[in-house]
T-cell receptor
Framework: GNSVTQMEGPVTLSEEAFLTINCTYTATGYPSLFWYVQYPGEGLQLLLKATKADDKGSNKGFEATYRKETTSFHLEKGSVQVSDSAVYFC????????????FGAGTRLFVKA | KAGVTQTPRYLIKTRGQQVTLSCSPISGHRSVSWYQQTPGQGLQFLFEYFSETQRNKGNFPGRFSGRQFSNSRSEMNVSTLELGDSALYLCASNQRAGAGANVLTFGAGSRLTVL
């Protein structure tokens, strides 16, 4: 079945450092890929998405490119801020997966001032 | 417009009891999904409803059940509670019928503690 694997955390960075959180997936058909974020004390919210191969999703300085050849959707940001401290979840949704979105385990990011 | 509303936000139960959680989706959203979030297991899919029909169910025992009403509101029920059922239960709604570009809007969750 479909699955999502993302790098374990926590990831600790200094402010203005470059961020990469790796995400790979296994899926049948043509899934849509997402990154969701959960800030401390808040609910999950969509950060960005990509619906087909080679699409780049972007939002708030974060980017991720849908790479079908490597089945990856890595999250990147060029310069992180303290306010980016949160848990990041990679997710996959596919009609052949039965109308459900499945999530990776989540990666906690700490950004130090 | 109002977001996804989950009630109650917090509840404490004892082993063997049962619990019902409620979710009101965003107006116009017909798909509702439920997830269990725990520190060790992350986000686990419970079930998804669309137009009162359960379209998919995750790998949870039969003690976990749900339903959706004609106004798209959904409830989930857990019977014979076990300590391991302690978790944050998240509801998410979605406007589209299909899973493609299936953007979920989450509620704040219901935090269940089983003693």
């Amino acid at each position: 079945g479909n699955s999502v694997t993302q790098m374990e955390g926590p990831v600790t960075l200094s402010e203005e450092a470059f961020l990469t959180i790796n995400c790979t997936y296994t899926a049948t058909g043509y899934p849509s890929l997402f990154w969701y974020v959960q800030y401390p004390g808040e609910g999950l919210q969509l950060l960005l998405k990509a619906t087909k191969a080679d699409d780049k999703g972007s939002n708030k300085g974060f980017e991720a490119t849908y790479r079908k050849e490597t089945t990856s959707f890595h999250l990147e940001k060029g310069s992180v801020q303290v306010s980016d401290s949160a848990v990041y979840f990679c997710a996959l949704s596919s009609n052949t997966g039965g109308f459900k979105t499945i999530f990776g385990a989540g990666t906690r990011l700490f950004v130090k001032a | 417009k109002a977001g996804v509303t989950q009630t109650p936000r917090y509840l404490i139960k004892t082993r063997g009891q049962q619990v019902t959680l409620s979710c009101s989706p965003i107006s116009g959203h017909r798909s509702v999904s439920w997830y269990q979030q725990t520190p060790g297991q992350g986000l686990q899919f419970l079930f998804e409803y669309f137009s009162e029909t359960q379209r998919n169910k995750g790998n949870f025992p039969g003690r976990f059940s749900g339903r959706q009403f004609s106004n798209s509101r959904s409830e989930m029920n857990v019977s014979t509670l076990e300590l391991g059922d302690s978790a944050l239960y998240l509801c998410a709604s979605n406007q589209r019928a299909g899973a493609g570009a299936n953007v979920l809007t989450f509620g704040a969750g219901s935090r269940l503690t089983v003693l």
